[in-house]
């Protein structure tokens, strides 16, 4: 299935490491987007952010994910009243309320843009949309330092830190409310970064020619 021999458990057709991938990641041959992979489209982002502060992009933006967050309050009371509701549907309000509460807007709007700019610019770097969904939602929560524990490793000498993981539905939903908020402007954001490095490459050759058929 994925050119993986190992023995699969009983249940399933995956091996523990396939298997693991698949729930943590959401594809069984993704892997995870670290913070540091990431950094270079954050930095796409803010720069981008920098030149154009009085934009309504960013407070138009702002304004969807605080109804994002104000739908996930109203869904914890409605659960804390005693309505039956999905358990994904609550955990998944719980996440967004607690990156809202813990962590400033600028930095979670520029991780997910960035995730979008990343997909735009290297798509085979994730599996398939649930792939993406696992590493928007992965890289999201990492901006709060509620969701990590911290243990010590022996073998380094150092602390670190792990997050813990969200059931995989929960994962697949998170990201699925951060792509109705971000998804749009990031893929916008995405393509006018295309057009401008292709702008620069033909002033390139056009200067190169230029000088090339000069006498
Ligand atoms: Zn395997």
Same mark, same amino acid.
């Given at each position: 299935?994925?050119?993986?021999?190992?023995?699969?458990?009983?249940?399933?057709?995956?091996?523990?490491?396939?298997?693991?991938?698949?729930?943590?990641?959401?594809? %069984?041959?993704?892997?995870?987007? !670290?913070?540091? +992979? #990431?950094?270079?489209?954050? &930095?796409? =982002?803010?720069?981008?952010?920098?030149?154009?502060?009085?934009?309504?992009?960013?407070?138009?933006?702002?304004?969807?994910?605080?109804?994002?967050?104000?739908?996930?309050?109203?869904?914890?009371?409605?659960?804390?009243?005693?309505?039956?509701? %999905?358990?994904?549907?609550?955990? !998944?309000?719980? +996440? #967004?309320?607690?990156?809202? &509460?813990? =962590?400033?807007?600028?930095?979670?709007?520029?991780?997910?843009?960035?995730?979008?700019?990343?997909?735009?610019?290297?798509?085979?770097?994730?599996?398939?949309?649930?792939?993406?969904?696992?590493?928007?939602?992965?890289?999201?929560?990492?901006? %709060?330092?509620?969701?990590?524990? !911290?243990?010590?490793?022996?073998?380094?000498?150092?602390?670190?830190?792990?997050?813990?993981?969200?059931?995989?539905?929960?994962?697949?939903?998170?990201?699925?409310?951060?792509?109705?908020?971000?998804?749009?402007?990031?893929?916008?954001?995405?393509?006018?970064?295309?057009?401008?490095?292709?702008?620069?490459?033909?002033?390139?050759?056009?200067?190169?020619?230029?000088?090339?058929?000069?006498?």
């Amino acid at each position: 299935m994925n050119g993986c021999h190992k023995p699969t458990t009983r249940w399933g057709t995956l091996c523990s490491t396939h298997r693991n991938r698949q729930r943590r990641h959401g594809h %069984s041959n993704q892997t995870g987007v !670290t913070k540091t +992979e #990431l950094k270079p489209y954050i &930095e796409i =982002v803010r720069r981008r952010k920098a030149r154009n502060q009085d934009s309504p992009l960013w407070t138009t933006l702002q304004t969807r994910w605080e109804q994002l967050i104000e739908n996930a309050r109203l869904v914890l009371k409605d659960h804390l009243n005693g309505k039956a509701m %999905s358990r994904h549907l609550v955990m !998944t309000s719980r +996440e #967004l309320v607690n990156i809202h &509460e813990t =962590v400033e807007f600028g930095d979670i709007s520029c991780t997910a843009l960035a995730m979008f700019i990343l997909q735009t610019q290297h798509p085979m770097r994730f599996r398939d949309q649930n792939g993406f969904l696992h590493q928007l939602t992965r890289r999201l929560r990492g901006l %709060s330092d509620v969701n990590a524990g !911290t243990w010590f490793d022996h073998s380094t000498g150092k602390v670190k830190r792990v997050y813990r993981d969200l059931p995989a539905r929960t994962s697949q939903q998170f990201g699925q409310s951060a792509i109705e908020v971000f998804a749009l402007a990031g893929a916008v954001l995405a393509k006018k970064e295309i057009e401008e490095a292709n702008a620069k490459q033909a002033e390139k050759l056009t200067i190169i020619n230029a000088i090339q058929e000069m006498q």
